[in-house]
Nanobody, 123 residues
């Protein structure tokens, strides 16, 4: 079992930044990748970014590339998603998820999910 807990969401204005955190517990040693997804009202959940647990390779959706930055602290089993230059269209519930496979952009590859955290960006 893997448990994921997100934190750091909130209400900000366009152009502001937020740092989202995802703390992993349980079988963290067996994780291949940690991904972030988001779901806006009335829309399907979409891939945002992912990082490989050991090597720290990062992958980003085009919509956030250059604005969002992933990092990790293995000692704390925590992955951080630094979200910069936020836009109203970034408003969504953000989820972190863990996968044991090498498929990082497909939500179907993720076996464990956090509860989600709200990010709201006002114009």
């Amino acid at each position: 079992q893997v448990q994921l807990v997100e934190s750091g969401g909130g209400l900000v204005q366009a152009g502001d930044s937020l740092r989202l955190s995802c703390t992993v517990s349980g079988r963290a040693y067996s994780i291949y990748g940690l991904g972030w997804f988001r779901q806006a009202p009335g829309k399907e959940r979409e891939f945002v970014a992912a990082i490989t647990w050991n090597a720290g390779r990062t992958y980003y959706a085009d919509s956030v590339k250059g604005r969002f930055i992933l990092s990790k602290n293995n000692a704390e089993s925590t992955v951080y998603l630094q979200t910069n230059s936020l836009k109203p269209e970034d408003t969504a519930v953000y989820y972190c998820a863990a996968t044991f496979t090498t498929v990082l952009v497909n939500e179907g590859a993720y076996a464990y999910w956090g509860q989600g955290i709200q990010v709201t960006v006002s114009p």
